[in-house]
């Protein structure tokens, strides 16, 4: 009997960012690096005879801990990896769900009938990881292997090795960034033992804890932004609501406007041009309406900045923000790090090169 852990990525940045990543390279972010760490314990007093990963970072950044821990190489494939969700990679899940409606329902609920441009077919994505973890069973016969996937991916398996149904996908779980799901093949025949557990999470580091759109028991609402160009008619309540707030709009050649389906939501000014030679990009402002905050729309608008300036070159994005605004605190836990002070204003700086 041969036991596999087939184990999801930590938090990253499509995430909590919001966007669609597939083959896209995100980076482990957020609360990621503490999930990382309670996964490692859990595996602690495991035996584990080899580790494997699909080769993009999210993934190889999750199982390096535990190769340290058991002392194994991590080996990588990308037979292992997301699903190529094509045109679709790095565009917000709020523009794909307004734009494109009928495409983002299967996408969720019955990803046979999905088809983007430049996308890969559900049954390649179930064929891949199935001959992939089969080969990795047999190679490790009467041992245990820790096999690190991607949400999509892990589904499309799980509904293979079930007989499930494309259409039916909904019957399986989704699965927390760090969940688990344990496998135990004899004969060649995978039984699940279980799936999608993440009981080495606490609420408070727990992504699904943070997030709703994944439960059962409500009625499905958006919770993803898309992004239009700031218009100052349409947008003056919107405009009157943050500007006044913050003061002053300064250094924004570019500004969006973010939308919960049809409300607007928040704003966001950067500047694109190369201040002096340097490389970095920079957040004039950012704001979201006040009875809207602590619902994860902030982040979702640095991550529409990231996005732009990596589509620019830029390694690096700064911001500017007040030592002492709540502001400052939402900058350093998404890996702003101050690069300067001056008087009351704090510079934040933070690497968005892609690994």
Same mark, same amino acid.
């Given at each position: 009997m041969t036991k596999i852990y087939l184990i999801r990525h930590a938090e990253a940045e499509g995430n909590i960012y919001r966007r669609a990543h597939g083959h896209f390279n995100g980076q482990i972010i957020g609360r990621g690096f503490k999930q990382i760490e309670q996964l490692k314990n859990r595996f602690e007093n495991e035996e584990i005879d080899a580790v494997y990963s699909s080769d993009l970072s999210r993934t190889c950044?999750?199982?390096? *801990?535990?190769?340290?821990? =058991? +002392?194994?190489?991590?080996?990588? #494939?990308?037979?292992?990896? !997301?699903?190529n969700v094509g045109v679709w990679e790095d565009v917000a899940w709020g523009d794909l769900e307004y734009n494109d409606p009928d495409m983002s329902?299967?996408?969720? @609920?019955? *990803?046979?009938?999905?088809?983007? /441009? +430049?996308? !890969? !077919?559900?049954? =390649? $994505?179930?064929?891949?990881? #199935?001959?992939c973890i089969s080969e990795i069973a047999r190679r490790h016969d009467g041992g245990a292997a820790a096999v690190f996937s991607h949400g999509f991916a892990i589904r499309a398996f799980?509904? &293979? $090795?079930? +007989?499930?149904?494309?259409?039916?996908?909904? @019957?399986? *779980?989704?699965?927390? %960034? #760090?969940?688990?799901a344990l496998l135990r093949y004899e004969n060649g025949e995978p039984t699940i033992e279980y799936q999608s557990d993440n009981s080495h999470l606490s609420n408070e580091i727990s992504t699904f804890a943070h997030q709703t759109w994944w439960r059962e028991e409500k009625e499905w609402v958006s919770e993803n932004l898309r992004y239009m160009p700031f218009d100052e008619k349409r947008d003056s309540t919107l405009a009157k609501l943050c500007f006044d707030e913050m003061g002053k709009r300064f250094g924004a050649n570019k500004e969006y406007t973010a939308f919960l389906a %049809?409300?607007?939501? +928040? $704003?966001? &000014?950067?500047? #694109?041009? @190369?201040?002096? &030679? %340097? !490389?970095?990009?920079?957040?004039?402002?950012?704001? $979201? @309406? *006040? /009875?809207l905050r602590r619902k994860n729309y902030g982040v979702q608008l640095l991550g529409h900045a990231v996005s732009m300036f990596r589509g620019l070159g830029r390694d690096k994005l700064r911001i500017e923000v007040d030592a002492d605004a709540p502001a400052l605190s939402f900058c350093l836990k998404y890996e702003f790090e101050i690069v300067k002070k001056t008087g009351s204003l704090c510079l934040l700086e933070k690497n968005i090169r892609n690994w």
């Amino acid at each position: 009997m041969t036991k596999i852990y087939l184990i999801r990525h930590a938090e990253a940045e499509g995430n909590i960012y919001r966007r669609a990543h597939g083959h896209f390279n995100g980076q482990i972010i957020g609360r990621g690096f503490k999930q990382i760490e309670q996964l490692k314990n859990r595996f602690e007093n495991e035996e584990i005879d080899a580790v494997y990963s699909s080769d993009l970072s999210r993934t190889c950044v999750t199982a390096a *801990p535990i190769c340290r821990q =058991h +002392g194994l190489q991590l080996s990588t #494939t990308d037979r292992l990896r !997301e699903v190529n969700v094509g045109v679709w990679e790095d565009v917000a899940w709020g523009d794909l769900e307004y734009n494109d409606p009928d495409m983002s329902q299967n996408f969720s @609920k019955d *990803p046979a009938r999905w088809r983007v /441009d +430049g996308s !890969e !077919e559900y049954t =390649h $994505v179930q064929a891949r990881m #199935t001959e992939c973890i089969s080969e990795i069973a047999r190679r490790h016969d009467g041992g245990a292997a820790a096999v690190f996937s991607h949400g999509f991916a892990i589904r499309a398996f799980i509904c &293979g $090795v079930s +007989g499930i149904a494309s259409k039916d996908i909904m @019957k399986v *779980p989704y699965c927390d %960034n #760090t969940a688990v799901a344990l496998l135990r093949y004899e004969n060649g025949e995978p039984t699940i033992e279980y799936q999608s557990d993440n009981s080495h999470l606490s609420n408070e580091i727990s992504t699904f804890a943070h997030q709703t759109w994944w439960r059962e028991e409500k009625e499905w609402v958006s919770e993803n932004l898309r992004y239009m160009p700031f218009d100052e008619k349409r947008d003056s309540t919107l405009a009157k609501l943050c500007f006044d707030e913050m003061g002053k709009r300064f250094g924004a050649n570019k500004e969006y406007t973010a939308f919960l389906a %049809n409300e607007s939501v +928040g $704003v966001i &000014g950067v500047d #694109t041009s @190369k201040e002096n &030679g %340097n !490389e970095a990009g920079r957040i004039s402002y950012i704001s $979201v @309406k *006040p /009875d809207l905050r602590r619902k994860n729309y902030g982040v979702q608008l640095l991550g529409h900045a990231v996005s732009m300036f990596r589509g620019l070159g830029r390694d690096k994005l700064r911001i500017e923000v007040d030592a002492d605004a709540p502001a400052l605190s939402f900058c350093l836990k998404y890996e702003f790090e101050i690069v300067k002070k001056t008087g009351s204003l704090c510079l934040l700086e933070k690497n968005i090169r892609n690994w």
